[in-house]
T-cell receptor, first 111, second 114 residues
Framework: GQSLEQPSEVTAVEGAIVQINCTYQ??????LSWYQQHDGGAPTFLSY????GLEETGRFSSFLSRSDSYGYLLLQELQMKDSASYFC????????????FGSGTRLSIRP | GAVVSQHPSWVICKSGTSVKIECRSL??????MFWYRQFPKQSLMLMAT?????????EQGVEKDKFLINHASLTLSTLTVTSAHPEDSSFYIC??????????FGPGTRLTVL
């Protein structure tokens, strides 16, 4: 089967840097995505890694190591509005169009 | 940019009634849409894949007779929760691919069954 593991909660200070890790197990791999979800809202796409390495989009970066089945989301210059849940996700092995989400990491930012 | 809308945004109904939730792709055509449900403080669980012009594909454990999906056009998929019960209360979200590997989500529908 497929599984994705993330820390359930992370707390950080405003202005700091935080890293949210994700390890996955899947027999077929089509890339690792990251989504942000604020309370009561829908998930919004943040980043996607198909190949090893770092993808940078403003304050957010995402890294992938396929050999280690591991990726992380890096958030810099944290702002209070970054308090949200963050999900890593992979394409389903049986149907590449389906996305399987990790359990999510709740990020809390302290002033 | 790509926008996926849902209607209604929230609904309260009595136990035993049916509720229809609409998911629309506003500025693009979506031959495939996805329906998720999410309980508080939990992840998104894929319920079914909605295919335009054909039957939906349900995930294991999802009752197809309870959660009816219709994808009658390239821009509209509907999810009907039939004979709703309190345990069906949840946040229902639809999504569609707009371009490449980016999946766009609707704003969600919060269903409360009394």
């Amino acid at each position: 089967g497929q599984s994705l593991e993330q820390p359930s909660e992370v707390t950080a200070v405003e202005g700091a840097i935080v890293q949210i890790n994700c390890t996955y197990q899947t027999s077929g791999f089509y890339g690792l995505s990251w989504y942000q979800q604020h309370d009561g809202g829908a998930p919004t796409f943040l980043s996607y890694n198909a190949l090893d390495g770092l993808e940078e989009t403003g304050r957010f970066s995402s890294f992938l190591s396929r050999s280690d089945s591991y990726g992380y989301l890096l958030l810099q210059e944290l702002q209070m509005k970054d308090s949200a849940s963050y999900f890593c996700a992979v394409r389903d092995q049986s149907s590449a169009s389906k996305i399987i989400f990790g359990s999510g990491t709740r990020l809390s930012i302290r002033p | 940019g790509a926008v996926v809308s849902q209607h209604p945004s929230w609904v309260i109904c009595k136990s035993g009634t049916s509720v229809k939730i609409e998911c629309r792709s506003l500025d693009f055509q979506a031959t495939t849409m996805f329906w998720y449900r999410q309980f508080p403080k939990q992840s998104l669980m894929l319920m079914a894949t909605s295919n335009e012009g054909s039957k939906a594909t349900y995930e294991q454990g999802v009752e197809k007779d309870k959660f009816l999906i219709n994808h009658a056009s390239l821009t509209l998929s509907t999810l009907t929760v039939t004979s709703a019960h309190p345990e069906d209360s949840s946040f229902y979200i639809c999504s569609a691919y707009y371009y490449g590997d980016t999946q766009y989500f609707g704003p969600g529908t919060r269903l409360t069954v009394l």
